[in-house]
């Protein structure tokens, strides 16, 4: 997972073969892996840019099939402000009509 181009330069190396890279859409363009509009959902749904963490995380577990409620259960145990604005299922919801 990547949320900027530096990131994803300098960890790329380290992706295995079959690996896939999910990427903050909004600040990186490549066609190689999964962009997801993260700044642009939080927006949506009222966050602060901060939040773009948790809709990125959220697309994520929804990709590799993690349920919603446990990954809410997950975030509502680390994250300690703004939990009912994080805990919308921002990407969640959005990747089922993006993709």
């Known amino acids: ?12 190396k ?6 896939i890279i ?6 990186i363009g490549s066609k190689e892996g999964i962009g997801i ?3 642009k959902i939080t927006k ?9 963490n948790t809709a990125l995380i959220s697309s ?3 990709i590799i099939g993690v349920d919603w409620q446990i ?5 509502k145990k680390e994250i300690k402000r703004e939990t009912e604005l ?3 299922p921002k990407g969640f919801t959005r990747f089922q009509k993006i993709y």
């Open 71 to 75: 990954l809410g259960e997950v975030l």
């Open 86 to 88: 994080n805990l919308k």
């Open 14 to 19: 380290n992706l295995s073969k079959n690996g």
């Open 44 to 52: 949506e749904m009222g966050g602060i840019p901060i939040m773009a």
């Open 22 to 27: 999910i990427f903050n859409g909004d600040r």
């Open 1 to 12: 997972m990547a949320l900027d181009k530096n990131t994803l330069n300098l960890h790329k």
């Open 60 to 62: 994520f577990a929804k």
């Open 37 to 39: 509009p993260i700044e």
